[in-house]
């Protein structure tokens, strides 16, 4: 079964500066797909960014980049220009095309003004 | 924009009781998710939809059933709540179970049994 690992817990970054969010994963899958969702406090989780496995370009949404090392199943996620707004919880998820997503444990970031 | 509805944003019930929680979606997405959040677990499947009618169990079925009578609604069913089921569930939808597919989610049900 995939496993998703997020080795930090809670996160703080003063507001302007840049941070990066850590994800490991295990599978033996050659093939896959994976995720950061953010859910802000008391608001309903959204999409951040997504990564296709066979694609080797890193994905970049606006202030939002990952790091995708396949050889070693990383993908952080760096969030560049930190914003209030950015306070959230934030999950990795992996999926193999299958069914089923697999989150990790979540990242609680706090952005400080 | 899609938007996933639940029934309620808080719910309080006693050992035993019989508990509904309910899941609508307005994109007319095939597939329909049920997922429990707990601190520093993340989510957690408990059961998913991809038609009318059909189910599979996900990673934590046990205490719990599921309900799709109709396309956009997807219900969760504790059949007899328990105080481990004490948490936040969340309902989400896609067009497609896999793949590249965004999940979209609603805004929660925290549960608490007493």
């Known amino acids: 079964a995939q496993t998703v690992t997020q080795s930090q817990p809670e996160m703080s970054v003063q507001e302007a500066e840049t941070v990066t969010l850590s994800c490991t994963y295990d599978t033996s899958e050659n093939n896959y797909y994976l995720f950061w969702y953010k859910q802000p406090p008391s608001r309903q989780m959204i999409l951040v960014i997504r990564?296709?496995?066979?694609?080797?370009q890193n994905a970049t949404e606006n202030r939002f980049s990952v790091n995708f090392q396949k050889a070693a199943k990383s993908f952080s996620l760096k969030i560049s220009d930190s914003q209030l707004g950015d306070t959230a919880m934030y999950f990795c998820a992996y999926n193999n095309a299958g069914n089923m997503l697999t989150f990790g444990g979540g990242t609680r970031l706090m952005v400080k003004p | 924009d899609v938007k996933v509805t639940q029934s309620s944003r808080y719910l309080v019930k006693r050992t035993g009781e019989k508990v509904f929680l309910e899941c609508v979606q307005d994109?007319?997405?095939?597939?329909m998710f049920w997922y429990r959040q707990d601190p520093g677990l993340g989510l957690r499947l408990i059961y998913f939809?991809?038609?009318?009618?059909?189910?599979e169990k996900g990673d934590i079925p046990e205490g719990y059933s599921v309900s799709r009578e109709k396309k956009e609604r997807f219900s969760l069913i504790l059949e007899s709540a328990s105080t481990n089921q004490t948490s936040m569930y969340l309902c989400a939808s896609s067009l497609q179970a896999g793949g590249p597919d965004e999940q979209f989610f609603g805004p929660g049900t925290r549960l608490t049994v007493l």
């Open positions: 939809s991809y038609d009318v009618k059909m189910k």
């Open positions: 994109m007319d997405h095939e597939n």
């Open positions: 990564q296709e496995a066979y694609k080797q």
